[in-house]
T-cell receptor, first 114, second 112 residues
Framework: KAGVTQTPRYLIKTRGQQVTLSCSPISGHRSVSWYQQTPGQGLQFLFEYFSETQRNKGNFPGRFSGRQFSNSRSEMNVSTLELGDSALYLC?????????????FGPGTRLTVL | AQSVTQLGSHVSVSEGALVLLRCNYSSSVPPYLFWYVQYPNQGLQLLLKYTSAATLVKGINGFEAEFKKSETSFHLTKPSAHMSDAAEYFCAVSGGIYDMRFGAGTRLTVKP
């Protein structure tokens, strides 16, 4: 069974631009979560989508948004990029929403903001 | 709310030595606990998961972890370290309404 895939793997943008990252979950998984990973802040939860609805959101500004499609694929968008947005963005999928369901991670998208 | 504390941001062991990575959790409900491993420029890979079925959980690559409720701990161990074990390890807790929290991570170095 194919794992979680994320595209692109690497991205370089300049301040003020916007970016869209894509995540395809494992087949049959309906929940997709996004995380930001930086050396200083570690792994921080961005948001979770289940059945095309955002179910949970972390403490990030409104510049960070996402959506989920009917096939469970998800996209994350960051507008008006700032230098501090440089990070590894990880997507994780699970079968269901809810406590204890194992999350499987993709390889991440490395975003560099210049 | 749940939280996780990983003791020691860096751990160094010699090849063949015992690996012990410490994790303490806080949870107001019976927790689900996880250990993940991350190799450079890769995502997180699940090592093992505690679901209350057994307090000693065996995972992949020879790792295991023991759930100790009285100590609120879920330490990760491996009897004999291998060079390929060098990576960053994350403990995570989930409980109640979906709320997955990760620890800050422990970087494991294995010396030849």
């Amino acid at each position: 069974k194919a794992g979680v895939t994320q595209t692109p793997r690497y991205l370089i943008k300049t301040r003020g631009q916007q970016v869209t990252l894509s995540c395809s979950p494992i087949s049959g998984h309906r929940s997709v979560s996004w995380y930001q990973q930086t050396p200083g802040q570690g792994l921080q939860f961005l948001f979770e989508y289940f059945s095309e609805t955002q179910r949970n959101k972390g403490n990030f500004p409104g510049r960070f948004s996402g959506r989920q499609f009917s096939n469970s694929r998800s996209e994350m968008n960051v507008s008006t990029l700032e230098l501090g947005d440089s990070a590894l963005y990880l997507c994780a999928s699970s079968r269901r929403q809810g406590s204890g369901d194992t999350q499987y991670f993709g390889p991440g998208t490395r975003l560099t903001v210049l | 709310a749940q939280s996780v504390t990983q003791l020691g941001s860096h751990v160094s062991v010699s090849e063949g030595a015992l690996v012990l990575l410490r994790c303490n959790y806080s949870s107001s409900v019976p927790p689900y606990l996880f250990w993940y491993v991350q190799y450079p420029n890769q995502g997180l890979q699940l090592l093992l998961k505690y679901t209350s079925a057994a307090t000693l959980v065996k995972g992949i690559n020879g790792f295991e972890a023991e759930f100790k409720k009285s100590e609120t701990s879920f330490h990760l161990t491996k009897p004999s370290a291998h060079m390929s074990d060098a990576a960053e390890y994350f403990c995570a807790v989930s409980g109640g309404i979906y709320d997955m929290r990760f620890g800050a991570g422990t970087r494991l170095t294995v010396k030849p």
